[in-house]
């Protein structure tokens, strides 16, 4: 029944409801695809391919995919794929085994190039020694191009420890060589090469350049700066001094080589302070520069140069130093060089050396030791006695 203006009309049929269709989207199958491929590239009419586009329903990024499909031989690509999440692995351990197989995949090829590249330093021409520097860098940088398309050059450089600049210089020296600007104000060469004859003329060979440019200026006459003369006559190894000056020689510092103990000694005086501000004591030390050992020591209530006198001679007593077997070095104290003492040395049959005048670090070893002492955690602001400086001392000089 259905009623129309109204009224409703009995004994007829009613008609059967219409059910539409689920809405899909237009998908292109292998088949249409390349049909629709052939139909493009037969056509060359202007204006066919359009036709052919608008009569299909495709744009021309359609045409540009496909094609690309086509090239890399993805038939199952110009297949529409369905939409959605992807299907879930029947095997739920194929994610793990593929991401195995690429892992193993991976780490072959890094095996592969580290091989490759120990092979590359095994053969890379031996020992720095063996053969000369130039025949050893071209070795070198003929096996980075064996090795170029294998490794790569980064990873060949890096092996052989060859700067990548230097393998590009090597392969390519006319592109790396850097032209050579010349500036605006360059002087051009034939008046560069008149600038050698006005400086050579007779009234200008013995004036520097300044008084040639201001003469010649006062002339009326412009050639060129004096600091283009400069570097004109440096480049012909004309600047030289024509001074008669006193020219003193390099003079060679002395040196003094120990290779064994008693065979070099260095001593020293310094003060330690006192219980009060003014009481100062003296500490003498004897110190063998080979072995860096105190071989002897005194702390006394004043510097002497026959307190020294005494040392040196208890010293070398202990020590049996043989005539003509030690040499000892100081710095220029006034104990140090006392008469008493060089008549002492003399007789003992040890040579001296001494300190060069105003220089204050001639003395190492010894101003080290006297570093090492007074930088020492236990060692105190102020000694209270004489016999407690000895104490400290006796316990020091065992620990050092």
């Given amino acids: 029944m259905r009623i129309a203006n109204g009224t409703a009309v009995l004994g007829m049929k009613p008609p059967e409801v219409e059910v539409r269709a689920k809405a899909s989207r237009r998908q292109f199958t292998a088949e249409n695809t390349r049909r629709i491929l052939r139909e493009a590239d037969a056509w060359t009419e202007p204006g066919a391919i359009g036709a052919l586009r608008r009569r299909e329903g495709v744009y021309a990024s359609h045409l540009t995919t496909w094609r690309a499909q086509r090239e890399r031989g993805e038939l199952a690509g110009l297949t529409p794929k369905k939409r959605g999440p992807a299907p879930t692995p029947s095997n739920p351990l194929a994610a793990t085994v593929a991401a195995l197989e690429r892992d193993v995949s991976r780490y072959t090829v890094r095996a592969e190039r580290a091989e490759a590249v120990v092979d590359l330093q095994k053969k890379s021409g031996g020992a720095p020694g063996d053969r000369p520097a130039a025949d050893r860098r071209e070795a070198l940088m003929a096996r980075i191009a064996d090795q170029q398309a294998t490794l790569g050059v980064a990873p060949a450089c890096q ?3 060859v700067p990548r600049a230097s393998y590009y210089r090597w392969r390519n020296p ?3 060589t850097p032209a050579v600007r010349r500036g605006p104000r360059t002087l051009p060469p034939e008046e560069q090469a008149h600038v050698p004859t006005i400086l050579h ?10 008084e040639v440019y201001a003469t010649l ?3 009326g006459t412009y050639v060129c ?3 283009t003369m400069d570097r004109i ?3 012909h190894d004309e600047v030289q001094e024509r001074r008669r000056q006193l020219r003193h020689p390099h003079a060679q510092a002395p040196e003094r080589l120990a290779t064994g103990p008693n065979q070099l000694w260095s001593w020293d005086i310094t003060t330690l302070r006192g219980p009060a501000k ?3 004591f003296d500490l003498y030390v004897t110190l063998d520069v080979f072995s860096r050992s105190v071989v002897g020591w005194m702390a006394a209530l004043r510097e002497s140069a026959t307190l020294a006198q005494r040392l040196i001679a ?3 007593a202990r020590q049996g130093i043989a005539h003509g077997q030690l040499t000892v070095h100081a710095d220029r104290g006034p104990s140090v060089l006392a008469k008493s003492v060089a008549v002492l040395l003399a007789d003992l049959g040890v040579s001296t050396t001494h300190s060069w005048p105003h220089v204050s670090n001639d003395n190492p070893y010894s101003e080290s030791q006297f570093k090492t002492l007074k930088y020492h955690p236990e060692f105190p602001d102020r000694f209270g006695s004489l016999q407690d400086t000895r104490s400290f001392l006796l316990a020091f000089f065992v620990w050092d």
């Fill in 201 to 210: 003329d007779d009234r200008f060979t013995d004036l520097p350049p300044a």
């Fill in 233 to 235: 006559l440096e480049e």
């Fill in 278 to 280: 003014w009481p100062y």
């Fill in 225 to 227: 700066s004096t600091r």
């Fill in 159 to 161: 092996a052989l420890a």
């Fill in 314 to 316: 208890q010293t070398c």
């Fill in 174 to 176: 006319q592109a790396m």
């Fill in 217 to 219: 200026l006062d002339e």
